[in-house]
């Protein structure tokens, strides 16, 4: 009998009966809302708004079906430049969905946390993001990570900081860190790297995101407008994965698949 590789993670209780390997960890690049909206002859907020809807639809999927991590990529460190209508709707957005989300979080047992460039949020919005980390903290059903003012290199660049300063401080041996030392300077340190990773809105690049993460993360791309990205999308993405061979580097043939390699 073929076992399956752990980083499929094992089926869970909830899992329906078409998700024979999910991902343990799903990453996704919401992207098109403003497409969406611009289609339709509305203000690209609408599209936003629409996107919140989409949020919330796979949060609920993917804790139903028994996704352990999902990290949502919400705002770039580089959409900062967009313009401040834009920026702050996307704000209140936020604000407004921590709002109303909190407490189901806490009854699925789900832990939030934002990863990304704190210092350059509002303050109103990193008090909320900070009050729902805390209430939502004994979560162990699924953690779901938002990506705000994120940036790969900077999430790089922060780690690599760190750790040189704890060098010159003598704490670590700089010939002796491993990839697994410098992971844990991440903001993201905890998560294990994504096994999927879906974008929307038909653009094929990855915008950024998770850069040291995704080594060998498998890529799923879909021109479906992340407004318009519901369930069926989803189990699409899943389904697409399931059907993948993921072989880390070693050699391709059953033994693959039966190894139950991990990423190293
Ligand atoms: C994704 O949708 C949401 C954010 C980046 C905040 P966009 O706003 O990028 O939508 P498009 O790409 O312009 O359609
Ligand atoms: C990536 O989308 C960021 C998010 C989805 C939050 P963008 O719309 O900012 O990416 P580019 O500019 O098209 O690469
Ligand atoms: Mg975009």
Known sequence: MISKPDTMGPRTREAPDWLVRPPVHLAIIMDGNGRWAQKRHLPRVAGHRQGAQS?????????????????????????????????????????????????LMIEKSIRFRAIGDRSRLPQSVLRRLEQVEASTGRGVAMDLTLALSYSGREEILAAARRMASDAIAGKIDPAAISQEDFGRYFDSSGLPPPDLLVRTSGEYRVS?????????????????????????????????????????????GTSAVTSGATER
Not at 71 to 88: G, H, P, Q
Not at 226 to 251: C, I, N, S, T, V
């Open 208 to 252: 950024n995101f998770l850069l040291w993460q995704i080594a060998y993360t498998e890529l799923y791309f879909t021109g479906v407008y992340w407004p318009d990205f519901g369930e069926e999308d989803l189990k699409q993405a899943l389904l697409d994965f399931q059907e993948r061979q993921r072989r880390f580097g070693a050699e391709g």
């Open 55 to 103: 949020v919330r639809r796979t949060v609920t999927a993917c804790r139903a079906w028994g996704i352990r991590y999902l990290t949502l990529y919400a705002f770039s460190w580089e959409n900062w430049k967009r313009s401040r209508l834009e920026v702050d709707a996307l704000m209140h957005l936020l604000e407004d969905y921590l709002d109303r989300e909190e407490s």
